[in-house]
């Protein structure tokens, strides 16, 4: 059956034939909140595009059973649940340079439009007034301008106010100062652009550091003549104290294109206030971003749906598929192990542990896998890569990783040690040559065998007889044994048999098994 994509905001036609022509199944309804979503269509599809009209929540990943990936036709996801995306194993991808060149832009036209009062000029005329005295405004030459935030659009702005001969100054904790070394930029502290600044663009995300960064205590430490500019997000601002500082001539102007809540309620303080230049989120309309933003969701989107290829991922443990391919046997070994563990456990999980050893470092990564083995067959939500630690989160369970120096006897070893209320369970493993992986020791026993099949986990005490005891159960039984491999320990006198079997067995015979008077445990695996 096709893959489904709904498509909840305007794309544009060349975008939507991308999906077509790859042979997916379009719903295209561009007009949230107007969507009609109580009809079943959640609960059929597996990919969802938008722009930053629609918003996505907690319910809508719940209804969407088989939502695998949400394409975001720009940069910012606030429209998102990604936490509740996350939880719930979908995807979400945006395109983090779609509109930036569109967005720097419409930074600097507000910039501009607000220091000639070029709105407010069109307005009068409109008005039928010829008004010229009361519109002097300012050169941008030789002001300074504060940057918050040096990502993708803040640089591009700082490219063209340049040409402006502006002075800037920049202001970004999570960038590599040696980024801006001999440039003309000068990197500041907050406070220090917040009091020298003529002009302040906002070009942060909103995230809880960001959240009413501008409200009246900092617009009261900024010039009486200074100017705003947020093409950024809205909530970035507190419009209420915006509105006061521009009426009370606390700072001299606001251009603003993005609000808290969009479309812009018609209550809104900033609709009645001095010196204010309001755009409806326009930063990235342009044909040109549209466009482009467009065919590269759906391209991405379709990408990831047919060909498991990932760019611009939000909310994934690690940058590309492509970065994790080496550890693809590791990760099947991991996955493996899991669920080995899965099937051994008889109690509450409260931890998990992973050590690697030798060549192979990623416990990270291996955790993602062993969690994914270990909680996809003991939940029925579906358990992926994306989601594997939040649902270890959600249960309570405490995760860890580490690599070991210590000398092994592999040139690499990956050990998982679950952590019970009151035992470990504890299993080994190793890729070797042509990318085979082996279980080495499972439950404190050095064995060997490839994981795979129907598998009978025996533990007994090490006395003669066990084997042929065990044998003659399966014999009676008609189930033929592929291979049996045995561990002795040495020191208490047990041991742990691995047998492969061909088919499944049931309880009953299980419990023949266990009626061996030597035999203290089976455990039966099927990987
Ligand atoms: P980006 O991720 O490239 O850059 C954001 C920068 O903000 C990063 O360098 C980050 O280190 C910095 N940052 C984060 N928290 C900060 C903080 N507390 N203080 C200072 N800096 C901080 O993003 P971008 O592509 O440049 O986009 C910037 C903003 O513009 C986003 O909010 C995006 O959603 C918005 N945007 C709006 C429109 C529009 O239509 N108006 C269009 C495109 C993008």
């Given at each position: 059956?096709?893959?489904?994509?709904?498509?909840?905001?305007?794309?544009?036609?060349?975008?939507?034939?991308?999906?077509?022509?790859?042979?997916?199944?379009?719903?295209y309804q561009p007009n949230y909140p107007e969507v009609d979503l109580s009809n079943g269509v959640l609960e059929?599809?597996?990919?969802?595009?938008?722009?930053?009209?629609?918003?996505?929540?907690?319910?809508?990943?719940?209804?969407?059973?088989?939502?695998?990936?949400?394409?975001?036709?720009?940069?910012?996801?606030?429209?998102?649940?990604?936490?509740?995306?996350?939880?719930?194993?979908?995807?979400?991808?945006?395109?983090?340079?779609?509109?930036?060149?569109?967005?720097?832009?419409?930074?600097?036209?507000?910039?501009?439009?607000?220091?000639?009062?070029?709105?407010?000029?069109?307005?009068?005329?409109?008005?039928?007034?010829?008004?010229?005295?009361?519109?002097?405004?300012?050169?941008?030459?030789?002001?300074?301008?504060?940057?918050?935030?040096?990502?993708?659009?803040?640089?591009?702005?700082?490219?063209?106010?340049?040409?402006?001969?502006?002075?800037?100054?920049?202001?970004?904790?999570?960038?590599?100062?040696?980024?801006?070394?001999?440039?003309?930029?000068?990197?500041?502290?907050?406070?220090?652009?917040?009091?020298?600044?003529?002009?302040?663009?906002?070009?942060?995300?909103?995230?809880?550091?960001?959240?009413?960064?501008?409200?009246?205590?900092?617009?009261?430490?900024?010039?009486?003549?200074?100017?705003?500019?947020?093409?950024?997000?809205?909530?970035?601002?507190?419009?209420?104290?915006?509105?006061?500082?521009?009426?009370?001539?606390?700072?001299?102007?606001?251009?603003?294109?993005?609000?808290?809540?969009?479309?812009?309620?018609?209550?809104?303080?900033?609709?009645?206030?001095?010196?204010?230049?309001?755009?409806?989120?326009?930063?990235?309309?342009?044909?040109?971003?549209?466009?482009?933003?467009?065919?590269?969701?759906?391209?991405?989107?379709?990408?990831?749906?047919?060909?498991?290829?990932?760019?611009?991922?939000?909310?994934?443990?690690?940058?590309?598929?492509?970065?994790?391919?080496?550890?693809?046997?590791?990760?099947?070994?991991?996955?493996?192990?899991?669920?080995?563990?899965?099937?051994?456990?008889?109690?509450?999980?409260?931890?998990?542990?992973?050590?690697?050893?030798?060549?192979?470092?990623?416990?990270?990564?291996?955790?993602?896998?062993?969690?994914?083995?270990?909680?996809?067959?003991?939940?029925?939500?579906?358990?992926?890569?994306?989601?594997?630690?939040?649902?270890?989160?959600?249960?309570?369970?405490?995760?860890?990783?580490?690599?070991?120096?210590?000398?092994?006897?592999?040139?690499?070893?990956?050990?998982?040690?679950?952590?019970?209320?009151?035992?470990?369970?504890?299993?080994?493993?190793?890729?070797?040559?042509?990318?085979?992986?082996?279980?080495?020791?499972?439950?404190?026993?050095?064995?060997?065998?490839?994981?795979?099949?129907?598998?009978?986990?025996?533990?007994?005490?090490?006395?003669?007889?066990?084997?042929?005891?065990?044998?003659?159960?399966?014999?009676?039984?008609?189930?033929?044994?592929?291979?049996?491999?045995?561990?002795?320990?040495?020191?208490?006198?047990?041991?742990?048999?691995?047998?492969?079997?061909?088919?499944?067995?049931?309880?009953?015979?299980?419990?023949?098994?266990?009626?061996?008077?030597?035999?203290?445990?089976?455990?039966?695996?099927?990987?």
């Amino acid at each position: 059956m096709a893959f489904k994509v709904l498509i909840t905001d305007p794309i544009s036609d060349t975008g939507i034939k991308i999906l077509e022509e790859r042979g997916l199944e379009v719903v295209y309804q561009p007009n949230y909140p107007e969507v009609d979503l109580s009809n079943g269509v959640l609960e059929s599809i597996d990919g969802w595009i938008i722009r930053s009209g629609t918003q996505i929540e907690d319910f809508h990943f719940e209804t969407a059973k088989n939502l695998k990936v949400v394409g975001r036709a720009g940069v910012g996801v606030d429209n998102i649940d990604i936490k509740n995306a996350t939880r719930t194993g979908c995807l979400v991808m945006n395109v983090p340079d779609g509109n930036s060149i569109s967005a720097a832009e419409h930074t600097v036209a507000m910039m501009s439009a607000l220091s000639r009062n070029i709105h407010k000029g069109h307005m009068t005329l409109l008005g039928g007034a010829w008004e010229r005295s009361g519109l002097i405004g300012n050169e941008l030459q030789n002001k300074t301008l504060g940057v918050i935030g040096l990502g993708r659009i803040g640089r591009e702005v700082i490219k063209r106010a340049q040409s402006y001969d502006m002075k800037i100054l920049g202001f970004d904790p999570y960038v590599n100062e040696s980024l801006f070394e001999g440039s003309e930029v000068e990197l500041a502290t907050i406070e220090d652009l917040y009091a020298k600044s003529d002009y302040i663009t906002l070009h942060v995300p909103l995230v809880d550091s960001t959240k009413y960064m501008i409200s009246m205590k900092t617009l009261k430490k900024m010039k009486s003549t200074a100017r705003i500019i947020n093409v950024a997000r809205g909530g970035i601002i507190n419009e209420n104290d915006l509105a006061e500082a521009l009426n009370s001539n606390i700072i001299a102007g606001a251009a603003i294109d993005v609000f808290e809540s969009e479309p812009l309620s018609k209550d809104s303080a900033l609709l009645s206030s001095k010196n204010i230049l309001l755009t409806p989120h326009l930063g990235a309309s342009t044909y040109e971003a549209k466009e482009g933003v467009s065919l590269k969701i759906c391209q991405q989107v379709s990408d990831y749906l047919l060909d498991d290829k990932l760019l611009n991922p939000i909310n994934l443990p690690f940058a590309s598929f492509e970065d994790i391919k080496t550890l693809t046997p590791f990760l099947n070994l991991s996955e493996v192990m899991g669920l080995i563990q899965s099937q051994i456990i008889e109690e509450p999980i409260k931890s998990i542990s992973i050590q690697c050893f030798g060549e192979v470092e990623e416990g990270k990564i291996l955790s993602i896998g062993v969690l994914k083995g270990l909680l996809g067959s003991i939940t029925d939500n579906r358990i992926n890569y994306i989601n594997a630690h939040s649902v270890a989160n959600e249960r309570g369970i405490a995760v860890s990783y580490s690599h070991s120096s210590e000398s092994i006897a592999y040139t690499n070893s990956v050990k998982s040690i679950v952590q019970l209320q009151n035992k470990e369970i504890t299993i080994e493993g190793s890729v070797f040559s042509d990318n085979i992986f082996r279980i080495t020791n499972i439950l404190g026993f050095d064995i060997d065998f490839i994981p795979s099949g129907h598998i009978l986990c025996i533990y007994n005490k090490d006395v003669p007889g066990v084997v042929g005891s065990v044998g003659g159960v399966l014999g009676r039984n008609k189930i033929n044994i592929a291979e049996f491999i045995l561990s002795r320990s040495s020191n208490n006198n047990t041991a742990c048999s691995i047998v492969k079997i061909d088919d499944f067995v049931d309880k009953n015979v299980i419990g023949h098994i266990e009626s061996i008077p030597e035999v203290t445990k089976v455990f039966l695996l099927k990987i």
